[in-house]
């Protein structure tokens, strides 16, 4: 005869358990199920309900726990084994201890939220007045890939939702949402927009964070080869001071569709979509953030609407007039991207930046999985102004007026000292052109890419732009 706690028994009822896992996948819950067993019966089960049931204590330990406690016309709930597919979490640990439950086994580990071992292991705290023997690991692997299908499904329904909503154009890439899992200090929600008519149907990724009748929207736009990753250090400065944070990446870029052709990337196309979000989302009380391309496009986007903008805050740019020989440091990164089209962009970003962990420079190469994905790497190094006849000079030029004469609002410039591309010469004429502005802030310690060093940045700025 088996022992009252053979393993034989305890697969036996685990199985049991993950019939009822299987009943909550079916009603779209996240599968895990539980029974309770008492003389070598099961006299209670239980399945995770707390979508259908709109309560967060729908757990299926609770179910099973309260079905139990009925049964006996006890709350105490002593004798009694509780076998679950998944590690419990705290709630439910605390409710077991408090039914003097004589033995919980589970399936497989929560390393995020159990509590039989995983996060903390609350049944062995001596400090408490009861404690319940706990075995893990029963049919670990069958209860693992039940709730791993469930959420693969469920990845996979969102993802084809998403293409419902945001068809993909044939000439265009669309970089899976695996490549951006897990990305260190980038907790914040996507949206998408894919109906401004510059789109023509491809989806622009934007952060939006904060609330939108905040004192202060930060318009954040990033560079190449970088993404709205790169703000990742000053946005929770922004918003802890109550302010809202637009951060969108550029087609192309980050998690916005890639066209396939380099054509698609010229100066007034980019452009145009910065201007038609910035109408979308009735962007008002405006800092203008920028950095590389993002100063080269955004510093021509003001003057179409004045009103909505207050200050700007420059990093490491330039307005590209054509007026002016390119410095010698971008000549030569042009020609870097010329001879060498498959570079890393995380190594790029960390050679000036040392601090920069593996997965930081992994999430900066996420964007960009093969060689398809990279055409406006490709292509923006060649669409910089040159000459005044270039693409994007002319309106540059009459930025440049607008800024030298007309502009109303505040500006602070920062410049990364090791910046070989665009440092202090570019920004110090950058400062000549724009109205009113004070001498940049130089880094010491920044090259390029300011904002990799900008939380402290970003703690000025709020100063700086206060009422």
Request: charged share 20%.
């Given at each position: 005869?088996?022992?009252?706690?053979?393993?034989?028994?305890?697969?036996?009822?685990?199985?049991?358990?993950?019939?009822?896992?299987?009943?909550?996948?079916?009603?779209g819950?996240?599968?895990?199920?539980?029974?309770v067993?008492?003389g070598?019966?099961?006299?209670?089960?239980?399945?995770?309900?707390?979508?259908?049931?709109?309560?967060?204590?729908?757990?299926?330990?609770?179910?099973?726990?309260?079905?139990?406690?009925?049964?006996?016309?006890?709350?105490?709930?002593?004798?009694?084994?509780?076998?679950?597919?998944?590690?419990?979490?705290?709630?439910?640990?605390?409710?077991?201890?408090?039914?003097?439950?004589?033995?919980?086994?589970?399936?497989?580990?929560?390393?995020?939220?159990?509590?039989?071992?995983s996060?903390?292991n609350?049944?062995a705290?001596p400090r408490l007045?009861h404690?319940?023997?706990?075995?893990?690991?029963?049919?670990?692997?069958?209860?693992?890939?039940?709730?791993?299908t469930?959420?693969?499904?469920?990845?996979?329904?969102?993802?084809q939702?998403?293409?419902?909503?945001?068809?993909?154009?044939?000439?265009?890439?669309?970089?899976?949402e695996?490549c951006?899992?897990?990305?260190?200090?980038?907790?914040?929600?996507?949206?998408?927009?894919?109906?401004?008519?510059?789109?023509?149907?491809?989806?622009?990724?934007y952060?939006?964070?904060g609330p939108?009748?905040?004192?202060?929207?930060?318009l954040?736009?990033?560079?190449n080869?970088?993404?709205?990753y790169?703000?990742?250090?000053?946005l929770?400065?922004?918003?802890?001071?109550?302010?809202?944070?637009?951060a969108?990446d550029?087609?192309?870029?980050?998690?916005?569709?890639?066209?396939?052709?380099?054509?698609?990337h010229?100066?007034?196309?980019?452009?145009?979509?910065?201007?038609?979000l910035?109408?979308?989302?009735?962007l008002?009380?405006v800092?203008?953030?920028?950095?590389?391309?993002?100063?080269?496009?955004?510093?021509?986007?003001?003057?179409?609407?004045?009103?909505?903008?207050?200050?700007?805050?420059?990093?490491?740019?330039?307005?590209?007039?054509?007026?002016?020989?390119?410095?010698?440091?971008?000549?030569?990164?042009r020609?870097m991207?010329?001879?060498?089209?498959?570079?890393?962009?995380?190594?790029?970003?960390?050679?000036?930046?040392?601090?920069?962990?593996?997965?930081?420079?992994?999430?900066?190469?996420?964007?960009?999985?093969?060689?398809?994905?990279?055409?406006?790497?490709?292509?923006?190094?060649?669409?910089?102004p040159?000459?005044?006849?270039d693409?994007?000079?002319?309106?540059s030029?009459?930025a440049?007026?607008?800024w030298?004469?007309a502009?109303?609002?505040?500006?602070?410039?920062?410049?990364?000292a090791?910046?070989?591309?665009?440092?202090?010469p570019?920004?110090?004429?950058?400062?000549?052109q724009?109205?009113?502005?004070?001498?940049?802030?130089?880094?010491?310690q920044?090259?390029?890419f300011?904002?990799?060093?900008?939380?402290?940045?970003?703690?000025?700025?709020?100063?700086?732009?206060?009422?």
């Amino acid at each position: 005869m088996n022992s009252p706690h053979s393993p034989l028994d305890d697969a036996r009822w685990m199985r049991e358990a993950l019939a009822q896992a299987q009943q909550a996948g079916a009603a779209g819950e996240v599968p895990v199920g539980a029974v309770v067993v008492q003389g070598g019966r099961v006299i209670a089960t239980g399945r995770n309900a707390p979508v259908q049931g709109h309560d967060p204590t729908a757990h299926a330990e609770i179910a099973a726990l309260r079905a139990a406690a009925r049964h006996l016309g006890n709350y105490r709930l002593e004798g009694c084994t509780l076998y679950v597919t998944l590690e419990p979490c705290a709630m439910c640990a605390g409710a077991m201890l408090h039914a003097r439950v004589g033995r919980v086994v589970f399936g497989a580990p929560d390393p995020k939220t159990g509590v039989a071992g995983s996060v903390l292991n609350l049944f062995a705290e001596p400090r408490l007045n009861h404690q319940t023997a706990v075995e893990g690991g029963v049919l670990a692997d069958e209860c693992g890939q039940a709730l791993s299908t469930f959420f693969q499904q469920r990845r996979r329904a969102q993802r084809q939702q998403a293409l419902a909503a945001h068809p993909l154009r044939d000439d265009a890439l669309r970089t899976p949402e695996a490549c951006f899992a897990p990305l260190p200090g980038y907790p914040w929600a996507p949206h998408y927009v894919s109906d401004l008519p510059a789109l023509a149907g491809l989806r622009l990724h934007y952060l939006d964070e904060g609330p939108r009748d905040a004192p202060r929207t930060w318009l954040c736009l990033h560079g190449n080869p970088a993404w709205s990753y790169v703000y990742r250090k000053m946005l929770p400065v922004w918003l802890a001071a109550g302010d809202r944070v637009v951060a969108p990446d550029l087609v192309g870029f980050g998690k916005s569709d890639k066209p396939k052709k380099e054509a698609f990337h010229t100066f007034d196309t980019h452009r145009q979509v910065l201007l038609e979000l910035v109408e979308r989302l009735d962007l008002q009380r405006v800092v203008l953030v920028v950095q590389d391309w993002g100063g080269i496009l955004g510093l021509t986007l003001p003057m179409a609407a004045p009103q909505r903008y207050r200050g700007l805050l420059a990093m490491n740019t330039l307005l590209a007039t054509g007026e002016a020989p390119l410095s010698p440091g971008f000549v030569d990164w042009r020609d870097m991207c010329r001879r060498k089209p498959l570079y890393g962009v995380g190594r790029l970003l960390a050679r000036g930046n040392p601090h920069l962990s593996a997965a930081e420079c992994a999430a900066y190469d996420a964007p960009f999985p093969d060689a398809g994905y990279r055409a406006a790497l490709r292509a923006f190094p060649q669409r910089v102004p040159a000459l005044p006849t270039d693409p994007g000079a002319a309106v540059s030029r009459a930025a440049a007026q607008f800024w030298a004469h007309a502009w109303q609002g505040r500006s602070l410039l920062a410049v990364g000292a090791q910046d070989p591309v665009l440092g202090l010469p570019v920004m110090q004429a950058l400062r000549a052109q724009v109205r009113g502005c004070p001498e940049p802030l130089v880094l010491p310690q920044a090259g390029h890419f300011v904002p990799e060093h900008g939380e402290a940045l970003a703690r000025r700025a709020v100063e700086y732009f206060a009422d």
